[in-house]
Nanobody, 128 residues
């Protein structure tokens, strides 16, 4: 059974930083592109970033590029997202998700059809 468990969220002031983690199990983590997605209150699911199986391809949404950094440790079956220079508009539930196709290098996720599993999420609140 695929399991994705996010952690690391919290309350932070504008300009602050957080590091999110996603622990993966139940599948061969090193063979899948992984995503970070987020959902703000009253809004739809938004793709934030994607990383290919060996981290050769990385992509970010325009809204977070230059402020967020995605990474992975295949030996630890873990995905990370470093959030820096946070803004109030970054407030959302953050999810990690596994791409449907094995060995795909596609790091952009347009909608929910690109992933087949996601975690329960970790809340990030940016407020003064």
């Amino acid at each position: 059974e695929v399991q994705l468990v996010e952690s690391g969220g919290g309350l932070v002031q504008p300009g602050g930083s957080l590091r999110l983690s996603c622990a993966a199990s139940g599948f061969t983590f090193s063979m899948y592109t992984m995503y970070w997605l987020r959902q703000a209150p009253g809004k739809g699911l938004e793709w934030v970033s994607g990383i290919s199986p060996r981290a050769g391809n990385i992509d970010y949404a325009v809204s977070v590029k230059g402020r967020f950094t995605i990474s992975r440790d295949n030996a630890k079956n873990s995905l990370y997202l470093q959030l820096s220079n946070l803004k109030t508009e970054d407030t959302a539930m953050y999810f990690c998700a596994k791409r449907c196709q094995v060995a795909s290098l596609v790091t952009y996720c347009r909608d929910e059809s690109c992933f087949d599993s996601r975690g329960q999420g970790t809340q990030v609140t940016v407020s003064s």
